[in-house]
Nanobody, 123 residues
Framework: QLEESGGGSAQAGGSLRLSCGASEYTYRSPCMGWFRRDSGKEREGVAAINEDGTSNYANSVKGRFTISRDNAKYTLTLQMNSLKPEDTAMYYC???????????????????WGQGTQVTVSE
């Protein structure tokens, strides 16, 4: 089970921190990631992190977003800074048990998904 929280509204240039709570078993996934989808657009991979902390980011968020894992709380987080209106979307966390590359543009490897949390960024 995955449950996202922390979404909401922010102004451009502001920050939000998303969290994804998981059961202990689910959290042990070798790879976890964040994805987003805005209405009328295709799903976009945002960031992914493997169990040793190696992370990868979409070019659109590199330098602004940080993905991390809290092993004590079984929580995946996404710190979003310098938000832009184009970051507006529903954000989802997901797990990848394939043992593959753990990349955000490999959505096909992610098999368990949360329900999402909405992020809205205004000018």
């Amino acid at each position: 089970q995955l449950e996202e929280s922390g979404g909401g509204s922010a102004q451009a240039g502001g920050s939000l921190r998303l969290s994804c709570g998981a059961s202990e078993y689910t959290y042990r996934s070798p790879c976890m990631g964040w994805f987003r989808r805005d209405s009328g657009k295709e799903r976009e991979g945002v960031a992914a992190i493997n169990e040793d902390g190696t992370s990868n980011y979409a070019n659109s968020v590199k330098g602004r977003f940080t993905i991390s894992r809290d092993n004590a709380k079984y929580t995946l987080t996404l710190q979003m800074n310098s938000l832009k209106p184009e970051d507006t979307a529903m954000y989802y966390c997901a797990t990848d048990w394939s043992g593959g590359s753990c990349l955000p543009d490999h959505a096909f490897d992610f098999t368990y998904w949360g329900q999402g949390t909405q992020v809205t960024v205004s000018e």
